[in-house]
């Protein structure tokens, strides 16, 4: 049965409901924004599996050649000379239906037969369902899902143009593939055998991988069979090690994505604490009441617990039934920048981990039992009969102030002991984040005094006696302004923070992209997006554009897939002209320049993630596996590099032409003689008409190409700072209402003795205009810092990447205005109430 | 030790308070004897002390010299725990502003202290409330009854889980002359018919002179008040 303590304790509850929905509302949205991104993380991570288990079955493991592809005739040999059965060929790139151009498709090519018996649920054992000999003995046959299928409106022997890296080429559906599971979607598969996918993807002869399925207890019996008879540069990989790196790539990214979500929590924790104090101070005169009719400490503790408990339970399944809808929403952003920068998603599936759940729940109850647990102490540890006394608990609150100051400056030197000690560790560096945001929040009610004689000087001058009055009291109910102003000026910074450490983030790679693409025009092979962005440009164009009129000079490049130190990166081939030499910027390198040793083939350079992240150094011999063995060159110079966080290493074109097989290049950088670049981009499209079909683009177009993928990849992160700031302005709005509703009985009395209902609505809104402008104005500085730390600390440990610290005032502004506009707007409510209730009615009210 | 007929018993209490940041001294040397079954009235000034006096007795504070008997507990020597214990068993109190627990129903306020003390029992809670005369408000809220409604409750509810000591800081300082009155007959009434041990603080030279004795706190000390 239930207490009457229990009950008495709900009731109040219920007879809040205004306070209660606000409080449940400003948890579940903390909860929310977690579970959110939790689901999206773990559906990104999960697609990612579905789609490697899609295309690769139950193959244990993968032979590959870094950045080339494999002979075909290499797998007649392991098959045939070695008498290996349990292994596949596998060709595959990327095409699009010329119908729907913007939609990358995944070709697989692949041997039924070779693989019937072992590729297990994989997309290979769908063609089995499908019409076989169709795909077998008609070229051009594909097949594509039934989902595919009904979005091009084609059916079983329809034929479809498919865009290539030789051009437009028909296919003919030869078949279709139902799939049950909608988890395994085929959408964005089209499947071939191997000779088809040689053809579309002009790599006759080439396998990409072949696919092996050892058993686990007989790993090295293989690798025994297999050395000796594999090609220097091949390696055999276990499919699961490659996924685990793959998915390590996005790591720091989703642990950014998590902390910001908890940043999110951390505020709604201030509010649940602003919520819990609240409640606790509005009931002093009841919970004295108990402790006079002999109603134990620890039972009063374990009352604002309970309530907390429920609370925290009503709040945390709001959150997470609303969390699973903003997540799936969430799931689109953080899918598509993972396919931007990261993997290839092939397969997007919205899913609802049991663990997430999990962690969802305990996150929601913990977060508001500790934020809960400070308030019923207090509460408890109280005297008797000083619980009935208000004057006591603001006398004590004072007496606190400096105790919180001191533990503030503790805090904060904690922190900065913390951030500068900890290394590497980007979960400390979080650590030192929190912490510097809660050293900030102790020193609030300090700092919110010394600004009241500020304030009371200026609310005089502008508003008289209402401004007075208004300063007086934001220090007088110090128990109740402290930490909602605290939560507001948390909630603020974090604005500021995220917001100076995006924008620094832009304005970095602005800079960037405006030196390293220093050429006038770009030219590349046509591409119909970014799924084959590993075209190459034919043998003899470069010549050919050279003797163009007007072109100056022209710099070659091509990025390869490289796995280097067990981390998947780019190498980057280059033949630098002076002009791309002065589009590099080098945090380091060696004394006589890194450019002398670099283009005699005698050394390589290394951008700046890479060099944080394995800790590389000028002078280092860093060891380059390549298609002919390992190669082993010294570092000359570590370069500044925003383009990827996984690292590139830049290496001359001729130490490419003498070990990889395939020297063709993927781009040039053209300077021009002339400034008419119009006239000069069409006299070079006549130039190479018969070679290539060419797309050449101005560098500003580039630049804003790439600037709008930044912008897109910070999406997420900017709907998770609205979101921080949507759960901020929800608990402040209800935090100083409540507040305010509590002192309807003073009000009343300010009523009473022949203050206007104007002029009370007045005093309310000044009251919440000073404490929403001391919340903007205290989180400036801490905004700044947290932004500083989130630069250099965070991003530099997640990325490696050294950015400059810009801060538009707009951002700032923006913020500030932002707490002054909650504040009023949370003053609305009560003084209308206010206004329409005789004060003798509210005056009459026990 | 107290006198064994004694139910409260103070020798040589002192306390004081500070107040910016210099002591104020309420009790000086404070000696007081209130024998079982006996109705004692204490008068004086406000900020005498007079509640100060009920809160060292009840345990709710303690003093900066002296010892504190009640019914031969030593108050004074209690850790905070065992003092909210003694509290709820030994202690009813009756309030100015009664002090009701305002999300609980009239019956429920008086089983309160009951289940406090694992003593639910309903119908001497019931016969209470008929005793008040409100037997018929079992179910409302404290907030739908008059103020001289709320303080027969609080009275009730002082006596619900059978305390041997009842105190009382000004129970009628916040009514009408005749439902002050009406509810100084019950408390008496009730207190005189259950045998308990009665303070009350009163400004009230009248209801002192109701009382069994009168006592006048001054100067931090308590005399007899010739009334």
Not at chain 1, 261 to 267: D, G, K
């Amino acid at each position: 049965m239930i207490s009457l303590l229990t009950l008495a304790s709900l009731r109040h509850l219920l007879r809040h409901p205004l306070q209660l929905l606000l409080a449940v509302l400003g948890i579940s949205l903390g909860v929310a924004v977690v579970v959110a991104v939790d689901l999206a993380n773990e559906s990104a991570r999960r697609s990612f599996l579905l789609s490697s288990q899609l295309v690769n079955g139950t193959a244990t493991h993968t032979l590959s050649r870094a950045g080339a592809t494999l002979p075909e005739d290499l797998y007649r040999r392991l098959r045939v000379e070695l008498g290996l059965r349990r292994i596949a060929p596998m060709v595959e790139g990327y095409v699009a239906a010329s119908l729907r151009p913007e939609t990358s498709l995944h070709l697989i090519g692949v041997d039924p037969f070779a693989e019937f018996e072992f590729r297990g649920d994989g997309l290979a054992s769908a063609a089995w369902s499908a019409d076989l000999g169709a795909l077998m003995t008609q070229p051009g046959a594909v097949l594509i899902s039934t989902g595919l299928a009904a979005t091009l409106g084609v059916g079983i022997g329809d034929s479809i143009d498919m865009i290539t890296g030789g051009g437009v080429q028909p296919v003919r559906v030869a078949g279709l593939i139902e799939t049950e599971d909608n988890a395994l979607s085929m959408d964005r598969f089209v499947l071939s055998d191997i000779s088809t996918a040689q053809e579309l993807l002009t790599q006759t002869g080439q396998l990409n991988r072949i696919d092996f399925w050892i058993p686990a207890d007989l790993e090295s019996q293989w690798n025994g069979r297999l050395s000796g008879h594999l090609p220097r540069g091949m390696e055999l990989e276990a499919v699961g090690t490659r996924n685990q790196a793959t998915l390590r790539l996005a790591g720091s990214f989703q642990l950014n994505l998590t902390a910001m979500s908890l940043l999110a929590l951390v505020v709604g924790m201030f509010l649940i604490y602003n919520t819990m104090t609240f409640s606790v101070v509005q009931r002093r005169p009841l919970l004295g009441r108990l402790r006079a009719l002999g109603v134990t400490r620890n039972q009063l503790t374990r009352i604002i617990l309970l309530e907390a408990l429920l609370l925290g339970l009503a709040g945390t399944i709001l959150g997470l039934l609303t969390g699973i809808v903003l997540g799936h929403g969430l799931l689109g952003l953080v899918s598509r920048t993972m396919g931007d920068l990261y993997y290839d998603l092939s397969v997007v599936a919205f899913s609802v981990p049991a663990l997430s759940v999990m962690k969802a729940i305990t996150l929601g109850m913990l977060a508001t039992m500790a934020a809960a647990w400070v308030p019923a102490r207090e509460a408890a540890q109280a005297p008797a009969s000083a619980v009935l006394q208000r004057s006591d608990l603001e006398q004590r609150t004072r007496r606190m102030v400096p105790r919180l100051a001191t533990a503030g400056v503790f805090v904060l030197l904690l922190a900065t002991l913390v951030l500068v000690l900890s290394g590497r560790s980007l979960l400390l560096g979080f650590g030192g984040l929190f912490m510097l945001i809660l050293g900030c929040a102790l020193l609030t009610p300090g700092a919110l005094i010394l600004m009241a004689g500020p304030a009371r000087t200026l609310g005089a001058r502008f508003f008289g006696f209402l401004g007075r009055m208004a300063s007086r009291d934001i220090t007088r109910h110090l128990s109740r302004t402290g930490v909602a102003t605290a939560a507001l000026m948390v909630a603020v910074a974090t604005s500021i923070g995220v917001g100076v450490m995006v924008d620094s983030f832009r304005g970095s790679v602005a800079l960037w992209l405006g030196e390293r693409l220093n050429a006038d025009l770009y030219l590349t092979p046509v591409r119909f997006n970014a799924g084959n962005a590993d075209l190459t440009l034919e043998p003899g164009l470069l010549g050919r554009v050279r003797t163009v009129e007007g072109v100056g000079s022209v710099g070659s490049y091509r990025r390869l897939p490289l796995d280097l130190l067990g981390w998947p990166t780019q190498l980057i081939v280059l033949n630098p002209t002076p002009e791309i030499q002065s589009a590099y910027r080098f945090k380091s390198s060696r004394p006589e320049g890194p450019w002398t040793a670099f283009e005699s083939g005698t050394g390589l350079m290394i951008s700046e993630p890479l060099a944080y992240r394995h800790g590389l150094r000028v002078n280092d011999l860093l060891d380059l596996p390549t298609p002919e063995g390992k190669l082993s060159l010294p570092i000359t110079g570590v370069f500044y590099d925003y383009g990827s966080e996984h690292g590139m290493v830049l290496i001359h074109e001729s130490i490419y032409r003498r070990y990889w097989p395939d020297p063709a290049m993927a781009s040039l950088g053209i300077y021009a003689d002339t400034p008419d670049l119009t006239t000069l981009t069409r006299r070079i499209e006549t130039a190479v008409a018969d070679l290539q079909p060419v797309s050449i683009t101005p560098s500003r177009a580039i630049r804003e190409q790439s600037m709008a993928i930044f912008d897109r990849t910070f999406t997420i992160t900017n709907v998770l700072r609205a979101l921080a700031v949507l759960v901020a302005f929800v608990g402040v709005v209800s935090a100083l209402m409540a507040m305010l509703l509590d002192r309807s009985r003073e009000f009343a009395v300010l009523r009473a003795n022949g203050l206007t209902s104007g002029e009370l609505g007045g005093l309310m809104s000044l009251e919440t205009l000073f404490l929403g402008a001391s919340a903007g104005l205290l989180a400036i500085p801490t905004g700044l810092m947290l932004a500083w730390v989130l630069i250099f600390v965070i991003n530099r440990r997640a990325f490696g990447w050294t950015m400059q610290f810009q801060v538009d005032p707009g951002i700032v502004f923006q913020a500030v205005l932002l707490a002054v506009i909650a504040a009023i707007l949370a003053g609305l409510y009560p003084a209308w109430r206010l206004a329409r209730t005789p004060p003798s009615v509210v005056l009459r009210s026990d | 030790m107290s006198d064994a007929t004694d139910m409260v018993s103070l020798r040589g209490v002192s306390k004081s308070f500070e107040e910016g940041g210099h002591p104020r001294p309420v009790l000086t040397a404070l000696d007081l004897h209130a024998q079982t079954g006996q109705i004692l009235a204490l008068l004086g000034r406000s900020g005498a002390g007079k509640s100060t006096l009920l809160n060292l007795i009840s345990g709710m504070e303690l003093p900066d010299l002296g010892e504190v008997f009640v019914n031969n507990t030593p108050v004074h020597a209690l850790d905070e725990r065992s003092r909210t214990l003694f509290r709820r068993r030994e202690v009813g109190f009756v309030f100015q502003f009664f002090n009701l627990i305002p999300t609980l129903t009239v019956l429920e306020n008086l089983l309160l202290p009951m289940e406090l003390n694992l003593r639910t029992d309903a119908d001497r809670a019931r016969a209470l409330l008929t005793r008040v005369g409100l037997a018929d408000r079992a179910g409302s809220f404290p907030d739908r009854l008059s103020g001289g409604e709320q303080q027969r409750i609080a009275i009730a509810r002082s006596l619900a889980h059978d305390p041997p000591l009842l105190l009382a800081d000004e129970p009628t300082g916040n009514l009408d002359a005749e439902t002050g009155e009406q509810i100084m007959d019950l408390l008496f009434g009730t207190v005189r018919e259950h045998g308990k041990t009665l303070l009350m603080v009163t400004h009230s030279q009248e209801l002192a002179r109701r009382a069994d004795r009168a006592l006048i706190l001054r100067g931090g000390a308590l005399v007899d008040a010739l009334l």
